[in-house]
T-cell receptor
Framework: SQQGEEDPQALSIQEGENATMNCSYKTSINNLQWYRQNSGRGLVHLILIRSNEREKHSGRLRVTLDTSKKSSSLLITASRAADTASYFCATATGRRALTFGSGTRLQVQP | DAGVIQSPRHEVTEMGQEVTLRCKPISGHDYLFWYRQTMMRGLELLIYFNNNVPIDDSGMPEDRFSAKMPNASFSTLKIQPSEPRDSAVYFC?????????????FGPGTRLTVL
C-alpha cells in the first residue's frame, strides 16, 4: 500500500464550515507536504511540515504532525466553494522523490 | 516564470502506436519527475532525474516505457507500443536541487487516451 493514506476519501461540507483531512504513513519521514489538485489540473503545493515540527499555519490552513502516531491532519477553516478540490499528502523519506497518498476529495457546497 | 510546461495537453491514439510526451521543467530546477495518475491506482511515480541523470526508474511499468532527459530543459516519456491500459493523465514535475524543501512543481498534465 502507499506510504500516505488519506482519510476520509471524500468529504462534503457547507461553505463557511471547517474541513479536516487526515493522513497516515508507515515509515520515518523527513517532512510531510500537502498538495491540492483542482479538477483537470496539476497538483499545487500548499504547505510543508518538517519532522521536528508539530504544527504549522498558512492563511486558512493548519497542519499538524504527530510522528509518534505517524499521522498528519490538514484543517481548512472557513471553507469556500473555491476550496473544492482533491487534497493529497506526500511524504519525504530522505531521497528526493515524494510518495503521494490516494487523496481526499473535498466538495464545498455554496 | 511559466512553470512546468507539458505537451501535448491531450493525446488520443490507437493501440500499437508510439506516443511521446514532452516536458520542460522550471529553469534552474535540478530534479524532474514523471508521474501517472489513474482513478484505480492514484498518482504513481514512474521515474525521476537529477541533473539529467535517471536516478530511480523502478516505477516504469514495463519495457514499453522509456524516458530521456537530453538536457536540463527538456525531457520525454515515450510509450511504444501503446496499449489501452496506458490511458491516464501523465504529469511532469520539477524541484529545486538546493535547500531543505523538496517541494515539487507540477505541470498541467497530458491526458492520454489509447483506443
Amino acid at each position: 500500500s502507499q506510504q500516505g493514506e488519506e482519510d476520509p476519501q471524500a468529504l462534503s461540507i457547507q461553505e463557511g464550515e471547517n474541513a479536516t483531512m487526515n493522513c497516515s504513513y508507515k515509515t520515518s519521514i523527513n517532512n510531510l507536504q500537502w498538495y491540492r489538485q483542482n479538477s483537470g489540473r496539476g497538483l499545487v503545493h500548499l504547505i510543508l511540515i518538517r519532522s521536528n515540527e508539530r504544527e504549522k499555519h498558512s492563511g486558512r490552513l493548519r497542519v499538524t504532525l504527530d510522528t509518534s502516531k505517524k499521522s498528519s491532519s490538514l484543517l481548512i477553516t472557513a471553507s469556500r466553494a473555491a476550496d473544492t478540490a482533491s487534497y493529497f499528502c506526500a511524504t519525504a523519506t530522505g531521497r528526493r522523490a515524494l510518495t503521494f497518498g490516494s487523496g481526499t476529495r473535498l466538495q464545498v457546497q455554496p | 516564470d511559466a512553470g512546468v510546461i507539458q505537451s501535448p495537453r491531450h493525446e488520443v491514439t490507437e493501440m500499437g502506436q508510439e506516443v511521446t510526451l514532452r516536458c520542460k521543467p522550471i529553469s534552474g530546477h535540478d530534479y524532474l519527475f514523471w508521474y501517472r495518475q489513474t482513478m484505480m491506482r492514484g498518482l504513481e511515480l514512474l521515474i525521476y532525474f537529477n541533473n539529467n541523470v535517471p536516478i530511480d526508474d523502478s516505477g516504469m511499468p514495463e519495457d514499453r516505457f522509456s524516458a530521456k532527459m537530453p538536457n536540463a530543459s527538456f525531457s520525454t516519456l515515450k510509450i511504444q507500443p501503446s496499449e489501452p491500459r496506458d490511458s491516464a493523465v501523465y504529469f511532469c514535475a520539477s524541484s529545486p536541487g538546493t535547500g531543505e524543501s523538496n517541494e515539487q512543481f507540477f505541470g498541467p498534465g497530458t491526458r492520454l487516451t489509447v483506443l
